[in-house]
């Protein structure tokens, strides 16, 4: 069965540090893996994906995420954090069969501080 | 606005009360989906219409009851809940196509219904 792990349930960084959200996940065959975020009162938004292709993979407002497959890891980053960042970020991964076509983490919420 | 629109954004309602949760999307998408957020634990596929069939998670209360007219609207039909449903109800969709197995198919979520049932 397909699974994914978010390291940490807050992370907390100064304006203009990185960003690292760490993700790892259990899968028996290639999975497709995704980053959503999701900013208060509002619905899920996806940042990237990886779908077998390049293993680093680029997303909107400047996060990229690499695939990791030796360390089933698929960790987001960013150079530079800016306020508008600070959200909740769910780390994904497809599953072909079964019910739950998408197996969400449970989130990693990503305080941002002056 | 991502193009999936739910109503209303807050719902407060008694455990007697019948009420309904209602998702709107003119993206084209073939699929619609409800999710529930509740804190500390992962999104719960509710159910899910995909090409006009009904899908539905079997740990889901009968007293959770969808309906989907057509392709771009999608109801939640409440009635009889417990405070233990409270919680944030997401409304999803997406374009069915081609590689399915994959999960390469991108979900478009609405903000989400908060409900608070007391």
């Known amino acids: 069965a397909q699974s994914v792990t978010q390291l940490d349930s807050h992370v907390s960084v100064s304006e203009g540090t990185p960003v690292l959200l760490r993700c790892n996940y259990s899968?028996?065959?290639?999975?497709?893996l995704f980053w959503y975020v999701q900013h208060p009162n509002k619905g899920l938004q996806l940042l990237l994906k990886?779908?077998?292709?390049?293993?680093l993979v680029k997303g909107i407002n400047g996060f990229e995420a690499e695939f990791k497959k030796s360390e089933t890891s698929f960790h987001l980053t960013k150079p530079s954090a800016h306020m508008s960042d600070a959200a909740e970020y769910f780390c994904?991964?497809?599953?072909?069969?079964?019910?739950?076509?998408?197996?969400f983490g449970t989130g990693t919420r990503l305080l941002v501080s002056p | 606005e991502t193009g999936v629109t739910q109503t209303p954004r807050h719902l407060v309602m008694g455990m007697t009360n019948k009420k309904s949760l209602k998702c709107e999307q003119h993206?084209?998408?073939?699929?619609m989906y409800w999710y529930k957020q509740s804190a500390k634990k992962p999104l719960e596929l509710m159910f899910v219409?995909?090409?006009?069939?009904?899908?539905e998670n079997n740990s889901v209360p009968s007293r959770f009851s969808p309906e989907c007219p057509n392709s771009s609207h999608l109801f939640l039909h409440l009635h009889t809940l417990q405070p233990e449903d409270s919680a944030l109800y997401l409304c999803?969709?997406?374009?069915?196509?081609?590689?399915?197995?994959?999960?390469?198919?991108?979900?478009?979520f609405g903000a989400g219904s908060r409900l608070t049932v007391l």
């Open positions: 994904v991964v497809s599953a072909p069969t079964g019910f739950q076509k998408l197996v």
């Open positions: 999803a969709s997406r374009l069915i196509s081609g590689r399915e197995d994959s999960g390469a198919n991108v979900l478009t």
């Open positions: 993206l084209g998408h073939n699929a």
């Open positions: 899968s028996s065959y290639s999975p497709s």
């Open positions: 219409y995909s090409l006009e069939e009904r899908v």
């Open positions: 990886y779908t077998s292709a390049a293993t």
